[in-house]
Nanobody, 119 residues
Framework: QVQLVESGGGLVQAGGSLRLSCTASGSIFSIQVMGWYRQAPGEEREMVAV???????IYADSVKGRFTISRDSSKSTIFLQMNSLKPEDTAVYYC?????????????WGQGTQVTVSS
């Protein structure tokens, strides 16, 4: 199984930028998708951006044009560059991987990192 370590959250003013990182270790060869989800207080967890094994990316409409997901050459670390941050981006951001065979993938979650955007 994969283990995930996240970093990069913090407090920033509206309009500012933050960069999140997530490094996977363990059975990284089994990873099919890596991505970021977020959960605001009282809200359900939602997908922010994901990157598939082959490199295709998917973004939530709310972050398109502001956030960019990328990964390093080893495909074990992903980044989320967040620009033009808004107060509504405030949430706990979780790194997620979908690992295992395509017919039976299962999720693994990071511990979460707080992002707070002040107005």
């Amino acid at each position: 199984q994969v283990q995930l370590v996240e970093s990069g959250g913090g407090l920033v003013q509206a309009g500012g930028s933050l960069r999140l990182s997530c490094t996977a270790s363990g059975s990284i060869f089994s990873i099919q998708v890596m991505g970021w989800y977020r959960q605001a207080p009282g809200e359900e967890r939602e997908m922010v951006a994901v990157i598939r094994k082959e490199g295709t990316t998917i973004y939530a409409d709310s972050v398109k044009g502001r956030f960019t997901i990328s990964r390093d050459s080893s495909k074990s670390t992903i980044f989320l560059q967040m620009n033009s941050l808004k107060p509504e981006d405030t949430a706990v951001y979780y790194c997620n991987v979908q690992e295992g065979p395509l017919s039976a993938m299962f999720p693994t979650w990071g511990q979460g990192t707080q992002v707070t955007v002040s107005s």
